[in-house]
T-cell receptor
Framework: AQKITQTQPGMFVQEKEAVTLDCTYDTSDPSYGLFWYKQPSSGEMIFLIYQGSYDQQNATEGRYSLNFQKARKSANLVISASQLGDSAMYFC??????????FGAGTRLFVKA | DVKVTQSSRYLVKRTGEKVFLECVQDMDHENMFWYRQDPGLGLRLIYFSYDVKMKEKGDIPEGYSVSREKKERFSLILESASTNQTSMYLCASLPSGLESYEQYFGPGTRLTVT
């Protein structure tokens, strides 16, 4: 069965520090895509970063990077130099082709000033 | 920029009422989705549509139906609202193509059924 697991319901980080949000996935499909979305308190889901299963290098987008460890089936999000505006819910998600994307339960990140 | 809009940000309905949630996208995307979001459960797919008048059940379709009469509009219908349908509802769209995995989300509708 395909599954996304986010084991950290909530996390705190000091402003300007880096933080890692954990995500593990389970699929038997060799081809898949992994995503991270951010959901501020306003409710909209904002796409952050994408990693394909055949990508050799870890994806990076500005202060966001995805630490992809295929053998461990993990796709952790690293946010460098946290900002107050990073306080939000973060969802890890997976698509194995077709129309269905499955989401994890989410991690709520609190950035402290 | 892709824009996905939802008819209401907040909605309060009574048990047994018929409820319509509307979603409109302006980028000619073929695929549209309805999710519900509950604490600790993430987003769960209710229904999706890959073309006009075409629909497929997601993981939790019970108690819901959908309508897609036009490409840009995807409606979620609660035939007889119940309190366990109190939730956040998110609509999303997705263009077709192998590279098109990023979904574009609307702002969400927080529905309360009393």
């Amino acid at each position: 069965a395909q599954k996304i697991t986010q084991t950290q319901p909530g996390m705190f980080v000091q402003e300007k520090e880096a933080v890692t949000l954990d995500c593990t996935y389970d699929t038997s499909d060799p081809s898949y895509g992994l995503f991270w979305y951010k959901q501020p308190s306003s409710g909209e889901m904002i796409f952050l970063i994408y990693q394909g299963s055949y990508d050799q290098q870890n994806a990076t987008e500005g202060r966001y990077s995805l630490n992809f460890q295929k053998a461990r089936k993990s796709a952790n999000l690293v946010i460098s130099a946290s900002q107050l505006g990073d306080s939000a819910m973060y969802f890890c998600a997976m698509n194995t082709g077709g129309f269905k994307t499955i989401f994890g339960a989410g991690t709520r990140l609190f950035v402290k000033a | 920029d892709v824009k996905v809009t939802q008819s209401s940000r907040y909605l309060v309905k009574r048990t047994g009422e018929k409820v319509f949630l509307e979603c409109v996208q302006d980028m000619d995307h073929e695929n549209m989705f309805w999710y519900r979001q509950d604490p600790g459960l993430g987003l769960r797919l209710i229904y999706f549509s890959y073309d006009v008048k075409m629909k497929e059940k997601g993981d939790i379709p019970e108690g819901y139906s959908v309508s897609r009469e036009k490409k840009e509009r995807f409606s979620l219908i609660l035939e007889s609202a119940s309190t366990n349908q109190t939730s956040m509802y998110l609509c999303a769209s997705l263009p077709s193509g192998l590279e098109s995995y990023e979904q574009y989300f609307g702002p969400g509708t927080r529905l309360t059924v009393t």
